[in-house]
């Protein structure tokens, strides 16, 4: 989601474009311009425009039903293949889960069905590509196959939530996300085989969209079940080598060579944090500042903290929501006793999994 650019805010919810979303409305500009003209171009732009407006209503839907259970929505990023809204937190009772997944489809449904009474009587489904079929019959069509697409039982599609809920209420959350998830991912091997028999490059992009999907929600549901009852303490790595504010590039060089860390804690003579230099940043500088420029100017200073008491989900939280390479860990003085990365957060999954008994003395070495 990198490369999306914010579109304005809605409720709180900020709305993003992904930037092969807008290379996708020139591609259907020109496609459009090469068969019928200008005209032809502009109606095309604006049949795709008015789909994802309708696909954005879809995401509000689950906003909306989210809020009810005081789950709050960062954003939504429209995507060539459809909408993904981010929720900071999947509901674990079931119930609530069928709902948020069921009010997406929902709104297609109502889109739908407006339009019908608006037109009174549509083409069937077999004519509109006939370009004597009006917009709003398209639109209304189109809906109607968001509906059916969506309720596909694999994840990240509504239709793998749902089935989760239901899985869920009779074999628990952990069970149900695990069955979920096999059934997403044999979806996908389905679908990239008819994309690769049919000659058909956008099965093949959706089957690997659901694949890594389904693989991803799997991967998050075994992340926080493994770190329920852990503290931020218990995993994080307290043997490291930190640098200074007066420290240069050259100084971090020389420590990435003499150890095996890839991320670099800066701390001021308090012990408090002031940001992290990576190893892809202190190779970009040495490349294009030289060696003698300083960690302050090229370190990454949007590192968050939380306390070594904290629960252990409030870091990993921190580290999906902002994307950042690590997370700091600081007593009830503010100075920096550990660190949180991606790495070692993996390497006590595999533990805890191996062995799910040892929930004690988890801090390694960096």
């Known amino acids: 989601m990198g490369w999306s650019l914010p579109l304005g805010t809605v409720m709180g919810t900020v709305i ?97 069905g407006l339009l019908f009474l608006v037109l009174g009587a549509v083409a069937p489904r077999a004519e509109v590509e006939n370009p004597g079929i009006s917009l709003f019959e398209r639109l209304l069509w189109v809906n109607l196959f968001l509906v059916g697409f969506n309720l596909i039982p694999a994840f990240p599609m509504d239709g793998g939530r749902v089935l989760r809920a239901i899985l869920a209420a009779r074999l628990g959350y952990a069970r149900g996300t695990q069955i979920a998830s096999g059934v997403g991912q044999a979806v996908a091997f389905a679908l990239g085989l008819l994309g690769l028999v049919g000659g058909n490059p956008l099965l093949l992009f959706i089957a690997l969209f659901v694949y890594l999907g389904a693989a991803s929600e799997a991967h998050a549901v075994q992340m926080r079940q493994v770190s329920r009852g852990l503290l931020a303490g218990d995993a994080m790595i307290t043997r490291y080598e930190s640098l200074g504010p007066s420290s240069r590039v050259e100084d971090a060089v020389q420590e990435l060579i003499a150890t095996t860390q890839h991320e670099f804690p800066v701390v001021d003579g308090a012990g408090r944090l002031r940001g992290v230099l990576t190893r892809d940043d202190m190779i970009r500088a040495l490349r294009d500042r030289g060696p003698d420029a300083p960690v302050l100017e090229v370190m990454r200073s949007d590192i968050p903290s939380v306390r070594d008491r904290q629960p252990l989900e409030d870091a990993l939280r921190l580290m999906q929501e902002s994307g950042v390479p690590a997370v700091g860990v600081t007593d009830a003085l503010g100075r920096l006793v550990g660190l949180i990365t991606p790495e070692n957060v993996g390497e006590m999954m595999m533990v805890l999994t191996a062995r799910p008994e040892g929930r004690t003395g988890l801090k390694r070495s960096g």
């Open 16 to 112: 993003r474009v992904h930037v092969t979303f807008l290379l996708f409305l020139l591609w259907i500009g020109a496609a459009g311009f090469a068969k019928g003209g200008q005209g032809a171009a502009l109606q095309s732009v604006l049949y795709i425009v008015l789909l994802f407006l309708c696909v954005l209503l879809h995401e509000f839907g689950h906003v909306l039903a989210a809020r009810r259970y005081g789950v709050q929505t960062p954003d939504i990023t429209l995507l060539p293949i459809g909408g993904v809204a981010r929720l900071e937190r999947i509901p674990e009772d079931p119930r609530q889960e069928l709902v948020i997944a069921l009010a997406g489809p929902a709104v297609n449904v109502v889109i739908a």
